[in-house]
């Protein structure tokens, strides 16, 4: 995809497109903003051409290549996200991957469901990023736990409505995630929950999501006592005291330079956790990450990154293990 993106002053914080690393054009400050990670900012200004904003009209611009600190620019900031306003983020590596599972009916919404060679009577929830259900990425992740003895289900949690196309235009996507809102899916997970204990007789549940799956992960780690572990990657909901009281251990993992929840939120995450939790959790940050680490990039060709990807994973199923056994 390529693109530019801009913003109106007017308009109050923008709405960040930092994390697609191949868009062509975007604004950005012509000097790190307050929060944003320095390794960020000059990857983004070695890699993209930066337009800087020169005054109050935001139709004032001017454009450099990787060194916009030459220009005089009106400072903007990046957006936190979370489930009222989160951020538009790049599809990544896709993977070539050759599904272990199968697609079912799970009453009104189809599922991608893969089961372990051994009988079990424990399953884990995959929850979609704005990509959609049928990302091989997502399922990826689906049969490697799987193959360490979950019955997994990556349900469509968008309700047949198409997820998000990387190459349409983004300042339509506030519009398109209103119609799904991470929080109302709630109908969608009790019919996967029926299947797993009436069809596959299963007793421990676990819930992991990416992304939007995260944002829904906080969600039922909240509001579902009888889903025993959670393991949100990059995913947060926030502002509200009642996100806070956990009602099963969560894992929230989170990359350093992810430009879509910037360092400071995820401290504020930790503290709130460690004042209203009640249940075991643990937050991790992973060094020069950024947003989608975990299942959007192949480690053969992120050769720096792979140690990190690795361990973020071995957390995943450690975690699983641990509450869900």
């Not at 990416?210 to 509001?223: E, R, S, Y």
Request: charged share 25%; aromatic share 10%.
């Amino acid at each position: 995809m390529s693109g530019t993106a801009g913003v109106n002053p007017a308009d109050g914080p923008p709405w960040c497109m930092a994390c697609i690393p191949n868009v062509t054009q975007l604004c950005l400050s012509p000097s790190p903003s307050p929060g944003m990670h320095p390794d960020l900012y000059t990857h983004l200004t070695s890699r993209c051409t930066v337009t800087i904003l020169i005054g109050s009209n935001s139709g004032q611009r001017d454009t450099a290549r990787s060194n916009p600190r030459e220009h005089t620019g009106l400072c903007t900031s990046f957006v936190m996200a979370n489930e009222a306003r989160p951020c538009p983020c790049d599809i990544g590596d896709k993977f070539e991957h050759e599904e272990q599972g199968k697609v079912i009916q799970i009453e009104h919404i189809k599922a991608y469901v893969c089961k372990p060679h051994s009988s079990t009577d424990k399953a884990v929830i995959v929850v979609q990023d704005i990509f959609g259900w049928e990302l091989p990425n997502t399922r990826f992740i689906a049969d490697l736990l799987s193959a360490h003895g979950y019955i997994t289900v990556c349900p469509d949690l968008f309700r047949g409505q198409e997820p998000w196309n990387p190459n349409s235009d983004w300042s339509v996507f506030p519009e398109w995630l209103k119609s799904r809102p991470a929080t109302k899916v709630d109908k969608e997970v009790d019919v996967v929950l029926k299947y797993l204990r009436e069809q596959c007789h299963v007793k421990k549940i676990g819930v992991i999501g990416f992304c939007w799956g995260g944002v829904v992960t906080h969600h039922l780690m909240l509001t579902y006592p009888d889903i025993k572990a959670g393991v949100s990657f990059y995913g947060i909901m926030r502002d509200a005291e009642d996100h806070y009281n956990l009602q099963n251990p969560t894992l929230f993992i989170f990359g350093e330079i992810d430009s879509v929840i910037p360092l400071d939120q995820v401290n504020v995450l930790k503290e709130k956790l460690k004042e209203h939790a009640k249940f075991d959790y643990e937050v991790k940050v992973f060094p020069k990450q950024t947003h989608g680490f975990v299942h959007r990039k192949k480690e053969e060709i992120n050769p720096e990154d792979k140690p990190y990807i690795e361990e973020a994973r071995k957390d995943m199923i450690e975690w699983l293990h641990k509450y869900i056994n």
